[in-house]
């Protein structure tokens, strides 16, 4: 499950250095912020468009916060609260889905 996570984490977070433009959903803003080198603006406005299919705005929200706090994500993964593990469920969709499309 770790394993997952960490390349779950990676291929969201990866990213150029470039400013997010004006309209960027919340992941795409967190991506292109984040310090990773190694892809395009364009696999974070992938990654966003994945997102809006894949997660709610409110959880959209809370996982582009996951960027800068990866730790916050394991939290989520391990509560026992019926709430985060819904939340856990769809970001692993995502996450997936994201490495498939985006990649």
């Known amino acids: 499950m770790k394993l997952l996570l960490t390349a779950t984490l ?3 977070m990866i990213t150029g250095v ?6 960027a959903g919340a992941i795409e803003k ?3 912020q ?4 190694a892809a395009s603006p364009s696999l ?3 990654i966003q468009s994945v997102a809006n299919a ?10 582009s916060k996951w960027f800068s706090d ?4 394991q939290v989520v993964r391990q509560s026992s609260r019926s709430s985060d593990e819904r939340l856990w469920k769809r970001y692993k ?7 498939r499309v985006c990649s």
């Open 54 to 63: 894949s997660l709610n705005r409110s959880e959209r929200k809370t996982v």
């Open 93 to 99: 969709s995502f996450g997936e889905n994201a490495a």
């Open 30 to 32: 967190a991506c292109r």
């Open 10 to 12: 990676c291929a969201v």
């Open 34 to 37: 984040s310090d990773r080198t």
């Open 18 to 23: 470039m400013p997010a433009p004006a309209g």
């Open 70 to 73: 990866p730790h916050q994500a």
């Open 44 to 46: 974070c406005r992938c």
